[in-house]
Structure formats: C-alpha cells, structure tokens
C-alpha cells in the first residue's frame, strides 16, 4: 500500500523565536538528576504562538545540585519567579499545582545550542500580555516539536 504525503508539511523542530509569550503549563513534576547530584523541576507547556498555533515547549529548572551552588542559585531564582507568576505562596510551592496555569514567559535562544529554547524568566499574565490568537478553522495543522526543548540540561 503506498500513501501520498506529498501534501502534508512535515513538522518543524526549529525553535521559537525569541520574546514574550502567553504559555499554559500540562505538567510539572521533580525529578532526580541524570547523576544523581540533584533535583529539578520538569515543566511541560504549550506556548501560544501568534499565528495561532501551539508549541510544546520544557523547561528543566534545577533548584538543588550537590556540586554547583551557582546552578542551584539560578534555578531557585526561575523557580521563585515561577512560582510569583501562578501567585503560589514561595514557603509551600508544589510544582504538582502548575498544571492548568497560565503565565506569561521569555523565552529566548540558548548560546551554548542556537537549535534550542530557553525560558528566561516567567511572569504573571499582565492586561497588556499578548493574547493567543483565535485559531482559524483553515489553518494548516499545527507543527508541535515531539522532541523537547531542553533549556537546562541538569545531568
């Protein structure tokens, strides 16, 4: 049986271009570092794009690590902005509660992998944050990465 594909775009894994944007989070769960030196948050979302597409998009934020206190201190720091965004209180933060939540995110180029998203930093949504765009009923399907974007690589 031969299928003709010749009409379907095959989907894109380049990344999202740098800014703000509107991103609602599926799914958040602490997880052990590859070597074991730490914890980190896995955050699942999906970022609204302007033209009215979704992107999946996960951010690795490292907020314990036995071996670089600067590692830790900077993830703390992403966490912590997380954290004011969702309006979660800062002394009984459960990443498990991010699910369903909308915030606004900055997301920007990695250095060390132009290929690769990085969330800079999270935001509450504010009344001036862009809004998603209505999705048309003629818009080509979406072209989601199956691949994750890793933004910090923990292990």
């Known amino acids: 049986m031969k299928i003709d594909l010749s009409g379907v775009q095959a989907p894109t894994y380049n990344p999202i271009p ?16 590859q070597n074991g030196a730490g914890k980190y948050v896995n955050v699942e979302m999906q970022v609204q794009m302007p033209d009215g597409n979704t992107r999946t998009l996960y951010d690795v934020i490292v907020f314990e690590h036995n071996t670089s206190a ?10 912590r902005s997380l954290s004011d965004s969702v309006g979660q209180d800062a002394a009984d933060f459960d990443p498990a509660e991010l699910a369903g939540k909308r915030v606004q995110a900055k997301i920007g180029i990695q250095k060390k992998d132009a290929d690769r998203n990085e969330v800079k930093v999270y935001k509450p949504l504010s009344d ?8 048309r009923a003629d818009a080509p399907a979406p072209t989601n990465s199956a691949e994750p974007q890793l933004s910090n690589r923990p292990w």
Request: hydrophobic content about 45%; glycine content about 6%.
């Open 18 to 33: 740098a800014g703000d944007y509107v991103v609602d989070i599926v799914h958040a769960e602490v997880r052990d570092t």
């Open 70 to 79: 600067i590692a830790q201190e900077i993830g703390s720091r992403r966490l």
């Open 128 to 135: 001036d944050a862009p809004a998603p765009a209505p999705v």
